[in-house]
């Protein structure tokens, strides 16, 4: 397998339209590969909520490799509310533009659990850490919970 150094030269000078169509398919195996590995650990009714954080949380680390980190936010959330903090490098977000959560659930037949997504810069997280840049309405960092990113 080459080494990612060897590769990055020839991907930079692909036209745009081949890198797009690259990128599409690499995503479309490393989704595949992902469903197939997660189907024993497939969450169902039984799932808790703390449990089907850490599942999706995995999902996300594995399909999105932007993301470094990713905080559970369970304080002051519904009881069948998931809240995550998504610190994605590649984000292509404005630095002093608001954190949004953005409902992010899949259909996922016996789940009863909302999921909601904030992604956020890593500069932005630090000025989350700081206190300079506000969570969004409702969301705390008290007791979070950092989920690690498992083997990609």
């Not at 991907?11 to 469903?35: F, G, K, T, W």
């Not at 189907?39 to 999105?64: G, M, R, V, Y």
């Not at 069948?80 to 002093?96: F, I």
Request: hydrophobic residues 45%.
């Amino acid at each position: 397998m080459p080494e990612i150094e060897d590769l990055v030269p020839t991907l930079a000078n692909l036209p745009r339209h081949e890198y797009s169509e690259l990128i599409r398919q690499v995503d479309e195996r490393r989704r595949r590969a992902v469903e197939g590995d997660s189907l024993e650990n497939w969450p169902n009714d039984a799932t808790s909520k703390d449990e089907f954080a850490a599942w999706i949380a995995c999902q996300h680390f594995a399909i999105d490799k932007g993301i470094t980190r990713i905080l559970y936010l369970p304080a002051g959330a519904p009881a069948e509310e998931v809240r995550l903090l998504e610190v994605n490098a590649l984000a292509s977000l404005p630095e002093n533009a608001p954190l949004q959560a953005v409902d992010f659930m899949p259909d996922i037949e016996g789940v009863h659990y909302s999921l909601f997504v904030a992604d956020a810069t890593p500069r932005q997280f630090e000025e989350i850490l700081s206190g300079r840049l506000a969570l969004p309405a409702g969301w705390q960092l008290a007791g979070y919970q950092e989920i690690p990113a498992m083997k990609r």
